[in-house]
């Protein structure tokens, strides 16, 4: 019997040897294509390559296309290139990306709104508001000024609502429109207004659908029986009931534009406010929605924007003035030049019959253009609303009648108080109430200085009055102004009316000019 070691000891089992060779075995690949036929795997795969990088040229060529168009509508009166907006864009801005103004605290935009193709003077605007704007505080005032104020433009006078046709002229300059429009408002405002913005009716319908509508509280309820269709009727009734409201485009339009109720809302006054409401409500949807982030929406904004919006700010300027404004909680005061004021009052041209706006007989330019020099100041008395108790401790009617003039011309609701105590050789003011605004606003004005109690004799109803004066010896005394003398009516003639603001000069003939 064998045993299972002498068997193993017998055969001698050798490793498997195992040959590594520099070059792997070629393996047979079995093939549809008959012997001899080319493969057309690479050539297939290589024309599919080719096409889409062709469509993506084309489509980046079209879509930079587009963008310069949109950008050359939009951006008017800019001397660099489209591609020269994107580098700009991309550094910030030239000039160290500041905005004009800004090194001195206050940017100045005019706002305009014109009713566009299609309706009656399509280029008159129906909507000019001086938009102060002052980051460092946080704060922004938005001015309306009538467009029946009777103003210095280029080539002579006219209506301040005309001065936009006028630079528009028969070549469609956007540019040039809004270099007319400006200058006539630094004119009435005494104020550098570098830049300006403008839309027509059906941009801005477009644009509030697009942000979603908006959300409005409504003051006042009112009904407008006169509001305008399309044609030359009106629509039914339009009816807006005080509270909250949440307004498409159409419905945002006609709440702006609304000037035929009865009662306060019927006055231009409310319809200056509502726009502003507009403004204010549109500025804090573009930046809390972050539609500047939302690249879609932008898209389709700019799309909007191309043919119904127009502005000399370049796309970094605008870019730099959102940065200034997004992380603020900027508070917006609204006003308006109006003859609630007592700066302006209206009057009937001999002339012609037109019904315009001048300063009244007891003012003058200057009184007005501190109207909007001191707008801030303004804007916080009107939120206020304080009232003033006057008294005169001096005797002199005239120190009384330039402090009343200064107080009212700024708001104040002001009634005379009698004083029978000695001369005082200061001025002096007391607030009753809390009003710092209102007391800044008169220890600038009357050189007054403030006390923490009440002038002696005095009996405080809180009440009743907010803030008290007593002029001293060192009131101001102001002679009243000349009697304002509107000029004639601007004489149309073979010779185009010239603008040089800002050291340029452009000519023009007035487009959708209608009677005053």
Known sequence: MTNLDSINQKKSVQPPKITVSPVPPRTRQASLLASGQKQPGKKILKKILVLICAVIVVLGAMTLVRAANISQKIFVGQKTSFFGKVVDFIRGGGDNGQLIGENLGQINVLLLGVGGAGHDGPYLTDTMILAQIRPDIGEITLTSIPRDYWADIPGGHDKINSAFAYGLGKNMDWDNAGLYSREAAQNLTGLQIPYFAVMDFSGFEKAVDQVGGLDITIDNTFTD????????????????????????????????????????????????????????????KALNGNLIGDASNLNSLLGIFADHFHTNMSPSEIYRLYNLTKKQNMRTLSLSLDPDTGLICPEIMDSTGAYILTPCPDKSITDVQNFFKNSFSIGKLTAEKSTVWLANSTGSQQAYNTAFRDLTDAGLQVYQLSYSKDNLPQTIVYEANPKPAAAEFIKNTLNATEVTLPPPGVTVSKDRVDVIVVLGQNAPIESAPAPYIAPPARIPSTTPATSTLGGLKSTSTPVGKKKP
């Open 225 to 284: 029986y006169q509001y305008p269709d399309s044609g030359t009727g009106y629509l039914p009734p339009q009816t807006f009931t005080a509270g909250s409201q949440h307004m498409d485009g159409a419905t945002a339009l006609i709440f702006v534009r609304s000037r035929h109720a009865a009662g306060i809302e019927g006055s231009d006054f409310a319809r200056s406010l509502r726009q502003q409401k507009i403004i204010d409500a549109f500025k804090q």
